[in-house]
């Protein structure tokens, strides 16, 4: 528990207590970048790096439970241009890899701007929803 915390304050900068399930998602995706709810920390990086305009990407997800929270049911990962009120034209399908990671594929931002990034964690009755924003040239 001591080193998985170590991990998350090197990542985060601040403790966030996990649940044993959770400990080795943050050391997986180190170097990735962080959002948080109430109830989840989640990091995420995109393959490639930089996304580039109109060309294919995946995104890789570690959701870490805060503590006491339950594993995520369903984990879900959308883009949507703020300034032009639309999403993209492709959904992205998102596949359980075990631990707290999840593959997101598919993704593809069709134009240069601003891109939020929409990410959904669903687990006991209950929708968290994340949001990073991605400036793409």
Not at 20 to 42: H, N
Not at 80 to 109: C, I, Q, S, W
Request: charge should be positive.
């Amino acid at each position: 528990m001591k080193i998985a915390l170590q991990i998350c304050t090197l990542l985060t900068g601040a403790i966030v207590p996990l649940s044993a399930a959770a400990q080795s998602c943050v050391a997986d995706l180190a170097g990735g970048r962080k959002v948080e709810s109430e109830r989840y920390v989640l990091f995420y990086r995109t393959k490639p790096e930089p996304v580039a305009v109109s060309q294919h990407f995946t995104v890789e997800i570690a959701v870490c439970p805060k503590g006491g929270q339950p594993a995520p049911e369903i984990v879900r990962v959308d883009g949507f241009m703020p300034e032009h009120n639309h999403g993209m034209n492709y959904k992205a399908t998102v596949k359980a890899g075990g631990g707290g990671r999840y593959d997101a594929a598919g993704l593809m931002f069709h134009m240069p701007g601003r891109w939020d990034f929409i990410f959904e964690v669903r687990a006991a009755g209950k929708t968290d929803r994340m949001t990073a924003t991605l400036m793409l040239q």
